[in-house]
């Protein structure tokens, strides 16, 4: 499984990008996609997930600002990023669980600043 994430970039605070990630297979039947982020001297935290069935789960800085999404006839999960903040500066990295296996996508850096 591949995943190609893309739309990161530089954008000011209370802007907005949309986060993209290709998936080399069908993701129809993917149980779990989801986004995580790693900080510069941080660990990787998890970001947004959504189910095959559409329930999602945010993490409380992501809640309100954030939206996941899937869709199942391109292969592809989104993260669109709302009002961003100076601390949402992270490389932003796309993961799905199949067959009982994680795999990660290389990432994609959202820096916010003025």
């Known amino acids: 499984v591949q995943l190609q994430a893309s739309g990161g970039g530089l954008v000011q605070p209370g802007g907005s990008l949309r986060l993209s990630c290709a998936a080399s297979?069908?993701?129809?039947?993917?149980?779990?996609m989801g986004w995580y982020r790693q900080a510069p001297g941080k660990q990787r935290d998890l970001v947004a997930m959504?189910?095959?069935?559409?329930?999602?789960n945010y993490a409380d800085s992501a809640r309100g600002r954030f939206t996941i999404s899937r869709d199942n006839v391109n292969d592809t999960v989104y993260l669109q990023l709302n009002s961003l903040k100076p601390e949402d500066t992270a490389v932003y990295y796309c993961?799905?669980?199949?067959?009982?296996?994680?795999?990660w996508g290389r990432g994609t850096k959202v820096t916010v600043s003025s």
């Open positions: 297979i069908n993701i129809f039947s993917i149980r779990i």
């Open positions: 993961t799905v669980v199949s067959g009982g296996v994680q795999y």
């Open positions: 959504i189910t095959s069935g559409g329930s999602t």
